[in-house]
């Protein structure tokens, strides 16, 4: 079989066996000159016997090529499980990018642009947000445009480089393009790492925000009921001191009020219910004194009628002298 695959990719030129003969003739020249002395062989042998050193030879052809192909497939695994990982990073960027999305959108339109006086979802607030969001989406493009344009000047100038390198003959030796190979890997390892690091952070801090509005919702709630206690407690207040207003006049009036009690249950207490007899002559007594006033009323009314009418005959006489 290793002959059959070394056999193949000779010059079809060729035959098997003068390709093999001539191929091992080059290592066994020397071998040959020492040897001249041997017996003859008949072409026909010449033709179909292979030495050791000839078999010798196609197995480290064999096993040159074999290592070469071997490299090949691994250069050739490597680009395709890059390719599958950046594959798989760019879907679970896409994958937070559209979660972020979903929670700003669930956050911004679907409980926060809702009318509470129609219970329907505003048209304006939908459309200003399309709007950012179609704003942002072209800043980003065009940042990732100009980022494009100068890694695409990078690379002309790292190509134009290794050209001129490879003119002067600096090219990288296998050994330096292997270290180089691993230490790619490597950082490629620690982007990763890094990368997966960044996108738990952006996930945490999804989390982190969506329980920030939580407590910023909650906290905008007690400070409504806040201002409404607030307002409550000052009427409350208000309500006490116009109470301990009224309590002290109440106070003061009921401190008046024993007061006069007191007195007069000390009156009631001293009083003495006179005798019969007294009791008549005070009334005779009172009768009396009413009809003196009775009297004295009418007197002073002749007095004052007696008065005017001295007056009158006064004026009279002053104004018959003048």
């Known amino acids: 079989a290793m002959l059959e695959k070394y056999l193949k990719r000779i ?20 071998a040959q ?18 030495t050791t050193e000839q078999k010798c030879d196609i197995a ?43 929670y700003e959108f669930e956050r911004d339109i679907v409980r926060g642009a809702i009318n509470h006086r129609t219970g329907k979802v505003s048209a304006e607030r939908v459309a200003r ?25 990078q690379k002309k100038k790292l190509q134009l480089q290794l050209k001129q390198k490879e003119e002067m003959g600096e090219v990288l030796h296998e050994v330096d393009f292997r270290q180089l190979q691993i230490e790619n890997k ?21 989390n982190t925000q969506q329980v920030l509005n939580a407590y910023k919702k909650k906290l905008h709630f007690i400070t409504v009921e806040s201002t409404h206690l607030n307002g409550e407690i000052k009427q ?9 207003i ?29 005798d ?10 009172l009768y009396d004194i009413y009809k003196t006033v009775k009297s004295w009323e009418r007197k002073v009314e002749i007095a004052q009628m007696a008065l005017k009418t001295h007056r009158k005959t006064w004026k009279q006489m002053r104004s018959e002298e003048r």
Request: aromatic content about 4%.
């Open 11 to 30: 010059d079809p030129k060729e035959t098997p066996i003068t390709a093999v003969a001539a191929a091992a003739n080059r290592r066994s020249s020397v």
């Open 33 to 50: 000159d020492s040897k001249g002395r041997r017996k003859s062989r008949t072409h026909t042998e010449k033709l179909f016997r292979i």
């Open 60 to 102: 480290t052809r064999e096993l040159e090529e074999l290592r070469d192909e071997i490299d090949r497939l691994t250069e050739k695994c490597e680009r395709i499980l890059d390719s599958h990982r950046a594959a798989l990073e760019e879907a679970d960027i896409r994958l937070a990018e559209m979660r972020k999305a979903s």
């Open 129 to 153: 947000y399309i709007e950012d969001k179609l704003r942002s989406r072209d800043a980003l493009m065009e940042k990732l445009r100009l980022k494009n344009s100068t890694l695409k000047v």
């Open 186 to 206: 490597q950082f490629q390892s620690k982007i990763e790492e890094r990368n997966q690091e960044l996108l738990r952070l952006k996930l945490k801090a999804g």
């Open 236 to 244: 409350r207040r208000d309500l006490l001191e116009k109470i301990a």
């Open 246 to 274: 009224e309590t002290e006049v109440v106070e003061k009036d009921r401190t008046k009020a024993d007061y006069i009690h007191s007195q007069l249950r000390q009156q009631l207490t001293d009083f003495r219910v006179p």
């Open 276 to 285: 019969v007899l007294d009791y008549v002559g005070e009334r005779a007594k």
